[in-house]
């Protein structure tokens, strides 16, 4: 297992070309809805002692795939013309050309752009970091915003294109190119 920092992961994949698989665990603090839809409460009122949560994810996931291309194949595998697709704006650009690293437009920071299998969801828990549990999903689900499928692919439900934009800092493991890699970030000396 190699150490990496997580500031040398775009130098890493800068020159990256191709397609390939790779696994990645994340850290990261998860966005909640201020009040749940079902009781109206928010999380402290529930959990009145206070808690501190952050979700662990562990992708399997293809890298220096092309999106448009991507959504482009789908339609014409159901028959439809890949001429009917046309990309939206995003939020996010390629960085040094990487097709592996993105640059968030306006702050500069960087990710790491993925593309999942529709049959390959990430694994995810949520911890409680006070108390050291696992707190089950369900108890959150009310607190945690809607997954919206992409809106303009026009492929049919269930069969598009999944694309994830994850903070490099958020990474705390990686395998891929037949390495394993420990990722070092300033908040985590080692993880």
């Known amino acids: 297992m190699k150490k990496i920092k997580a500031t040398e992961l775009p130098e890493l994949f800068e020159k990256f ?3 390939s698989f790779i696994g990645l665990k994340t850290k990261t603090d998860p966005e909640f809805l201020k009040k749940g839809r079902i009781t109206g409460k928010t ?3 529930i959990y009145y002692d206070g808690i501190e949560i952050v979700k662990e994810s562990e992708y399997s996931a293809g890298i220096g795939y092309e999106y ?5 194949n789908k339609l014409l595998k159901e028959g439809k013309s890949g001429d009917e697709y046309e990309a939206g704006v995003t939020w996010h650009e390629s960085f ?3 097709k592996v690293i993105r640059r968030h437009k306006k702050t500069g920071e960087l990710y ?3 593309s999942l ?3 390959n969801k990430p694994k995810t828990q949520y911890l409680d970091v006070k108390k050291g549990r696992v707190i089950p999903k369900i108890e959150l689900m009310e607190f945690l915003p809607k997954e919206s499928a992409p809106k303009n692919q026009g492929v049919e439900d269930g069969n598009e294109v999944t694309v994830r934009t994850l903070k490099l800092q958020s990474v705390q493991s990686l395998s891929a190119c ?3 890699y420990t990722i070092i970030t300033p908040n985590n000396k080692e993880i």
């Open 17 to 19: 070309q191709g397609a």
């Open 68 to 72: 448009a291309t991507s959504v482009k």
């Open 43 to 45: 999380l402290s009122e």
């Open 96 to 98: 040094n050309g990487s």
């Open 117 to 119: 299998n529709t049959n």
């Open 112 to 114: 790491f752009y993925i």
């Open 178 to 180: 037949g390495e394993v």
